[in-house]
């Protein structure tokens, strides 16, 4: 059953189309991850999905009810801001319930409920503290804890993890997982960071430009990606596009291995040592290609070296469109993204 599905759904300002004939579903109970870089119109769908944009066009539906005209609280839905928006007046357990106190709820409920979501998001011991005296981490907890409480099905969050530090971050998306799974809450997350989403989501909506550029399972988008921008978007480093003709030939830099003879030669740019594995920037008849290593690679920059992969580690684009190519009967054909 789908808890969230966008059918056609369209946002302009003015003359920009934010958000631009956007179909998509969200499967109950499982995390789906909005991708794309700054501008693509990702958190514009997310606030669509809240009721905080009203659409000017197609239909949006939760729990198989249509809520397009529908204001946000009549959505019951939980959201996470990337501000936290905390008040910096109340308390950590006076923020987490601070919604059931204007929905009336009764003392004992909002009681019985608080010390259920302190222990979940490991909050027990610092109720009586004021935002300030938090940190990063702890304050998301904070407003985790207060979407939770409304045990709402549906939880959006818009770039929740953007303020912390790199440690904090693969710490706090552990622990959105782990809670999202523990809960079985729908979950719409809001990123720019693809390692966020390829950690985290079920399923992934790569955008560019207020369209989808692809959809589909964070394997998929690694493996088969449908364009060239999914290529590159997807993957530490990016996907190696080498220009051929008509085509560009994807490899990925995991895939590129460092030979003594035969292959494509090679000049070194520059060597990033990351302990566990190095990174080797070359040129290939003045292309730039990236090859990840294992452990620490003893090359230098203007060093000659040949560079060989699989061909069955290759992705065929379309170098005018962009568009993932296929080989059938020994020719090229152009594959639809998905």
């Excluded at 966008?6 to 991708?35: C, F, P, Q, Y």
């Excluded at 923020?95 to 204007?102: K, S």
């Excluded at 904090?168 to 622990?175: A, G, K, P």
């Excluded at 030979?259 to 566990?276: C, I, K």
Aim: aromatic content about 4%.
């Amino acid at each position: 059953m789908s808890a969230i599905k966008l059918d056609h759904v369209s946002k302009h300002w003015g003359t920009m189309r934010a958000v631009d004939d956007v179909s998509l579903t969200a499967d109950e109970g499982a995390l789906l991850v909005l991708l794309g870089p700054s501008g693509c119109g990702k958190s514009t769908t997310l606030r669509l999905i809240a009721g905080l944009e009203q659409p000017d066009g197609g239909t949006i539906t939760i729990g198989g009810a249509d809520v397009t005209g529908l204001t946000p609280a009549q959505r019951k839905i939980s959201m996470v801001f990337q501000s936290y928006a905390l008040f910096p007046h109340l308390s950590v357990a006076e923020n987490i319930v601070f919604g059931l106190r204007v929905r009336r709820m009764p003392r004992a409920e909002r009681e019985t409920r608080l010390k259920r979501v302190a222990d979940i998001v490991g909050l027990g011991q610092l109720l009586d503290r004021k935002p300030s005296q938090l940190s990063g981490g702890q304050r998301q907890r904070v407003a985790l804890g207060r979407a939770i409480i409304a045990e709402a099905r549906v939880c959006l969050m818009d770039e929740p993890l953007s303020n912390l530090d790199a440690k904090l971050r693969h710490e706090m998306r552990t622990e959105i997982r782990a809670l999202q799974q523990r809960l079985g809450m729908t979950m719409v997350y809001v990123t720019h960071d693809q390692t966020e989403a390829m950690t985290m989501a079920d399923r992934i909506v790569l955008m560019r430009d207020g369209r989808i550029e692809q959809n589909g399972t964070p394997e998929e988008l690694y493996n088969r990606p449908a364009t060239a921008f999914t290529a590159r978007f997807i993957g530490t480093p990016p996907m190696n596009l080498i220009a051929q003709g008509e085509r560009l030939v994807g490899v990925r830099p995991e895939h590129i291995r460092i030979v003594s003879q035969d292959g494509h030669a090679a000049r070194v740019r520059t060597v990033e040592h990351l302990g566990a594995d190095s990174i080797v920037l070359c040129d290939i008849s003045d292309q730039p290609v990236s090859v990840r290593q294992d452990g620490f690679i003893k090359a230098s920059p203007g060093d000659d070296i040949r560079l060989a992969w699989d061909a069955s580690h290759e992705h065929l684009f379309d170098k005018e469109s962009g568009r993932r190519l296929e080989t059938a009967a020994g020719e090229a054909r152009l594959v639809a993204s998905g």
